[in-house]
């Protein structure tokens, strides 16, 4: 006698639910860790209003609602621990759309793991890819069994509201508290608060901290890095190794006259709390069309030589320590933006190699 299509699809429901009972039973119990608690790298600030936010509560009604509501985007916070497990897994809630239309979830609401050798580098070990607001997922499964520490990156265009980090019951695991050196400050626009990366770990200042073993300050706000007075003071309060100022690119729309005014006085603010500490003032990087539109060609010659013009006067003036990065190959000479302002993976990494030598000097100075 034949089954019935009832009795199959009783059957198929009896297998199906056997199958997820073992495959449940295979899976290692889990203990979560609560980030909350922790100090994340990457925050100049302990009062912020969440532990995954960038600037501190007194900020808000100050700077910009604009650069205030991008503040609670968690880029460039990064979270170190350790552990000895074969297997990592992430859960964390964000606030906001999952992903953009030049960029992916995994960059704009992911998390980024990275692992290090035994020789003290920094290699990716794994990234969530979300497809919810909360999402749960094993960012590393398989690894060799061994006590090493890891960072974690936080979203580049999100609002964390939670993250947990789970490994298999009886496995090693400790916050570790994130490096205490002086650091990189990184004062910037959307691209350096990471569009359009393709992943948390990938952004310039990302590349620039593990190359050079420092953590960074990824102050970077997109559309809104534009030297105004308060945020100009916000960055001198942070005990740098270096400021990098990289807000050419949101502040050629304003008139040469502002950009001057904006910017000296964002040095001058910065010198005047820290007499010695190096800046590099950069100028903005070259559209990738711009050598079809005559107009963003000038553009881009209008503000460079404001911008040029600062330097120039300051180092006349005897403000000394600002070393000035021109514009023009920052990205290259090929295609390396996902639009024509926003680098990808590859040109976030020319802009880093193009920093890089200049930092190490300049610290080593």
Same mark, same amino acid.
């Given at each position: 006698m034949k089954p019935t299509t009832a009795l199959r699809a009783t059957l198929a429901t009896l297998l199906l639910l056997a199958a997820t009972a073992v495959t449940a039973a295979a899976r290692p119990a889990l203990t979560w860790h609560d980030t909350a608690p922790w100090k994340p790298g990457g925050r100049a600030w302990d009062d912020t209003p969440t532990p995954f936010s960038r600037l501190p509560r007194r900020a808000e009604g100050e700077v910009t609602k604009a650069v205030w509501k991008l503040s609670l985007n968690s880029a460039g916070l990064v979270f170190y621990f350790r552990t000895d497990a074969p297997e990592i897994h992430t859960r964390h809630t964000v606030a906001g759309e999952l992903a953009k239309p030049h960029m992916n979830a995994t960059a704009t609401s992911g998390l980024d793991l990275y692992a290090r050798d035994?020789?003290?580098?920094?290699?990716?070990?794994? $990234?969530?890819?979300? =497809?919810?607001?909360?999402?749960?997922?094993?960012?590393?499964? /398989? &690894?060799?069994?061994?006590?090493? %520490?890891?960072?974690?990156?936080?979203?580049?265009? =999100?609002? *964390?509201? #939670?993250?947990?980090?789970?490994?298999?019951?009886?496995?090693?695991?400790? +916050? *570790?508290?994130?490096?205490?050196?002086?650091?990189?400050?990184?004062?910037?626009? #959307? @691209? &350096?608060?990471?569009?359009?990366?393709?992943?948390?770990?990938?952004?310039?200042?990302?590349?620039?901290?593990?190359?050079?073993?420092?953590?960074? @300050? =990824?102050?970077?706000? #997109?559309? =809104?890095?534009?030297?105004?007075?308060?945020?100009?003071g916000l960055v001198a309060e942070i005990d740098a190794a270096v400021f990098v100022l990289d807000c050419l690119p949101n502040m050629s729309a304003l008139s040469a006259p502002e950009i001057i005014g904006r910017t000296e006085n964002c040095i001058r603010v910065i010198r005047k709390t820290h007499p010695a500490t190096p800046i590099i003032l950069m100028e903005d990087r070259t559209y990738g069309h711009a050598w079809l539109v005559p107009k963003l060609r000038q553009k881009h010659a209008d503000a460079?030589?404001?911008?040029? $013009?600062?330097?120039?006067?300051?180092?006349? /003036?005897?403000?000394?320590?600002?070393?000035?990065? +021109?514009?023009?190959?920052?990205? /290259?000479?090929? %295609?390396?933006?996902? %639009? /024509? #302002?926003?680098?990808?993976?590859?040109?976030?990494?020319?802009?880093?190699? @193009?920093?890089?030598? *200049?930092l190490k000097q300049v610290l080593k100075n």
């Open positions: 035994q020789t003290g580098a920094w290699h990716w070990a794994g $990234s969530s890819r979300p =497809n919810s607001k909360t999402h749960e997922q094993a960012v590393l499964s /398989g &690894a060799e069994p061994a006590l090493r %520490d890891y960072m974690l990156y936080l979203p580049l265009y =999100n609002t *964390v509201e #939670s993250l947990e980090i789970g490994v298999p019951a009886g496995c090693a695991f400790e +916050p *570790v508290a994130p490096p205490s050196e002086k650091p990189v400050v990184y004062y910037g626009t #959307s @691209i &350096a608060q990471g569009c359009a990366a393709s992943r948390p770990g990938l952004t310039t200042p990302a590349m620039l901290g593990r190359k050079l073993g420092l953590p960074v @300050i =990824n102050l970077g706000f #997109s559309g =809104n890095g534009k030297m105004e007075p308060a945020m100009a460079r030589a404001a911008l040029r $013009s600062v330097h120039e006067k300051l180092a006349a /003036g005897g403000v000394t320590g600002v070393t000035y990065i +021109p514009g023009a190959q920052l990205l /290259g000479d090929d %295609d390396t933006t996902v %639009d /024509g #302002s926003h680098p990808g993976d590859l040109g976030l990494f020319r802009q880093a190699e @193009i920093l890089l030598p *200049v």
